[in-house]
């Protein structure tokens, strides 16, 4: 069965550097989408992108965040300049179109040190 | 904005009982519903969904109930094993948007 798969599975960073999550969505899939949750709490939207562009995002994706699909497989998210609120598990969606569930990779977890 | 919640945070069952996790939502114009299960370390793995436009859906060993009335869906897990121990989600969504419940800790006593 296809998947999203995730790379790296863990990163350490120091605060202030920059970081790129990296994803592989479903091939067939047209919705793309990155999530957060913070240890013990609730996935939290960040941001949906479609037809090449962001959809929608949340508040929590301000400018240090910025998502890019180089080229027809991979989905990364980068976030310039990470802030010791950033660690968190980070999870890439993907979904098909219509009621289409969202199919997560397992995540990467982002330490800010 | 859109709210999904869950009734109990914690969930203890028998192994071989059946278990049943609810989640609330406040949005009338969500038109699809997903339930997630999160083991560890791991993401959120779907489970069953269903669409607005029906009450009841049934998979293996579960089955999820959906009252619009009231704005609540359950999952119900029949026979619950021990390989069942995680975390559920239920979701809500429109125009793939997609909201998340804070999730239910569903554990398994042998």
């Known amino acids: 069965e296809p998947e999203v798969t995730q790379t790296p599975s863990h990163q350490v960073t120091q605060m202030g550097q920059e970081v790129i999550l990296r994803c592989v969505p479903i091939?067939?899939?047209?919705?793309f989408y990155w999530y957060r949750q913070i240890l013990g709490q609730k996935v939290e939207f960040l941001v949906s992108?479609?037809?090449?562009?962001?959809?929608?995002k949340s508040e929590i994706f301000d400018d240090q965040f910025s998502v890019e699909r180089p080229d027809g497989s991979n989905f990364t998210l980068k976030i310039r300049s990470t802030k010791l609120e950033d660690s968190a598990m980070y999870f890439c969606?993907?979904?098909?179109?219509?009621?289409?569930?969202?199919?997560f990779g397992n995540g990467t977890r982002l330490t800010v040190t | 904005g859109e709210s999904v919640g869950l009734h109990l945070p914690t969930l203890s069952v028998q192994e071989g009982d059946n278990s049943i996790i609810n989640c609330a939502y406040s949005?009338?114009?969500?038109?699809?519903f997903i339930w997630y299960k999160q083991e560890s370390g791991k993401g959120p793995q779907f489970i069953i969904d269903?669409?607005?436009?029906?009450d009841k859906r049934q998979g293996q060993r579960v089955t999820v109930l959906l009252n619009k009335t009231v704005k609540h869906l359950s999952l119900q897990i029949a026979a619950t094993q021990p390989g069942d121990s995680a975390v559920y989600f239920c979701?809500?969504?429109?125009?793939?948007?997609?909201?998340f419940g804070s999730g239910t800790k569903l554990n398994v006593k042998p």
């Open positions: 969606a993907s979904s098909g179109v219509g009621d289409s569930p969202l199919h």
């Open positions: 091939s067939n899939h047209l919705y």
């Open positions: 992108f479609y037809n090449n562009e962001i959809s929608e």
């Open positions: 949005n009338s114009a969500s038109d699809y």
């Open positions: 269903i669409r607005s436009n029906m």
């Open positions: 979701a809500e969504t429109s125009f793939n948007k997609f909201y």
